[in-house]
């Protein structure tokens, strides 16, 4: 039912076929499945017996479905990726489109697989990592927790046994894993992973009226501001992505089109530099 009205709302017609090739349902079961859904949502489209296809309805109104933009531009960029193939997306007719392409980072699926498992099973493992504070890869234990995504890269959040402290391991720069034990981590004492911070954002004030509207729609700012939920410990990863993390009259308002409105409060939550964690995005 759901597919029915992803199809009606974004290609704007189905028909039996797309049902038959999307499940690989028979053809009465097809004719069944539509049946039903007209049983379910009257009025919410009709049958074109020359084209054979069903249309919504000027009224039609989504029972199944919750339209969302991000889902329909998530599936463009999975297939730009290669996650997802054009027969296992609910798209029919594709638009042109193209994604910016970024480096892969190069993440071993077997040293991936341990680190999954290490916070499965809540083990400590023995990695050998190259910091950018070292010259060469060192071995260390650390006890990871969770994974993290900073836009960029792929971080493993853990106990670093050396440092005593909780940090971000770029899952990239673990060169290998030789061992392995028990270890009780309670996420909980990972307080930078746990608390959460309100970023208070809005138009930089050096646009122009019209400008500042554009921002605002562009950002779906409500009263000219929006509040986004970080985690303390992704803050740095968050500022620094978005140029938040320097003066904003040290760039052009149409560069810099967004500052925060609650700096003062953020830089009483920014958690320490650490040895693993910080740095640029692309270093």
């Given at each position: 039912?759901?597919?029915?009205?992803?199809?009606?709302?974004?290609?704007?017609r189905i028909?039996?076929?797309?049902?038959?090739?999307?499940?690989?349902?028979?053809?009465?079961?097809?004719?069944?499945?539509?049946?039903?859904?007209?049983?379910?949502?009257?009025?919410?489209?009709?049958?074109?017996?020359?084209?054979?296809y069903y249309?919504?309805?000027?009224?039609?109104?989504?029972?199944?479905?919750?339209?969302?933009?991000?889902?329909?531009?998530?599936?463009?960029?999975?297939?730009?990726?290669?996650?997802?193939?054009?027969?296992?997306?609910?798209?029919?007719?594709?638009?042109?489109?193209?994604?910016?392409?970024?480096?892969?980072?190069?993440?071993?699926?077997?040293?991936?697989?341990?680190?999954?498992?290490?916070?499965?099973?809540?083990?400590?493992?023995?990695?050998?990592?190259?910091?950018?504070?070292?010259?060469?890869?060192?071995?260390?234990?650390?006890?990871?927790?969770?994974?993290?995504?900073?836009?960029?890269?792929?971080?493993?959040?853990?106990?670093?046994?050396?440092?005593?402290?909780?940090?971000?391991?770029?899952?990239?720069?673990?060169?290998?894993?030789r061992l392995?034990?028990?270890?009780?981590?309670?996420?909980?004492?990972?307080?930078?992973?746990?608390?959460?911070?309100?970023?208070?954002?809005?138009?930089?004030?050096?646009?122009?009226?019209?400008?500042?509207?554009?921002?605002?729609?562009?950002?779906?700012?409500?009263?000219?501001?929006?509040?986004?939920?970080?985690?303390?410990?992704?803050?740095?990863?968050?500022?620094?992505?978005?140029?938040?993390?320097?003066?904003?009259?040290?760039?052009?308002?149409?560069?810099?089109?967004?500052?925060?409105?609650?700096?003062?409060?953020?830089?009483?939550?920014?958690?320490?530099?650490?040895?693993?964690?910080?740095?640029?995005?692309?270093?």
């Open positions: 039912m759901e597919f029915i009205e992803f199809r009606l709302f974004w290609e704007g028909n039996r076929r797309d049902l038959i090739e999307k499940f690989g349902v028979s053809t009465p079961q097809a004719s069944a499945d539509m049946s039903q859904y007209q049983d379910i949502a009257p009025g919410n489209l009709h049958y074109d017996p020359r084209a054979k249309y919504p309805d000027k009224e039609f109104k989504p029972r199944f479905l919750n339209p969302d933009s991000d889902r329909y531009l998530a599936n463009l960029l999975s297939m730009a990726a290669g996650i997802l193939t054009s027969e296992e997306s609910w798209l029919d007719s594709v638009p042109a489109y193209d994604v910016l392409p970024q480096p892969r980072r190069g993440i071993d699926p077997e040293r991936l697989r341990r680190v999954v498992g290490a916070i499965r099973e809540r083990l400590a493992i023995q990695v050998r990592y190259q910091s950018m504070n070292s010259p060469d890869p060192e071995w260390r234990w650390i006890t990871p927790h969770s994974l993290g995504f900073d836009g960029y890269r792929w971080h493993a959040r853990a106990f670093c046994h050396r440092s005593e402290t909780f940090k971000d391991f770029v899952l990239s720069r673990i060169v290998s894993i392995t034990k028990p270890h009780e981590v309670n996420p909980e004492q990972d307080h930078e992973w746990q608390e959460m911070v309100d970023v208070k954002i809005g138009p930089h004030p050096g646009l122009t009226e019209s400008q500042r509207k554009a921002i605002e729609l562009d950002y779906g700012m409500k009263d000219g501001h929006m509040t986004v939920q970080v985690r303390r410990g992704f803050l740095y990863y968050f500022l620094k992505r978005f140029g938040l993390d320097i003066d904003p009259s040290a760039r052009a308002p149409k560069d810099q089109q967004i500052i925060l409105l609650n700096e003062n409060r953020l830089l009483s939550c920014m958690p320490e530099p650490a040895e693993i964690s910080r740095g640029t995005p692309n270093a």
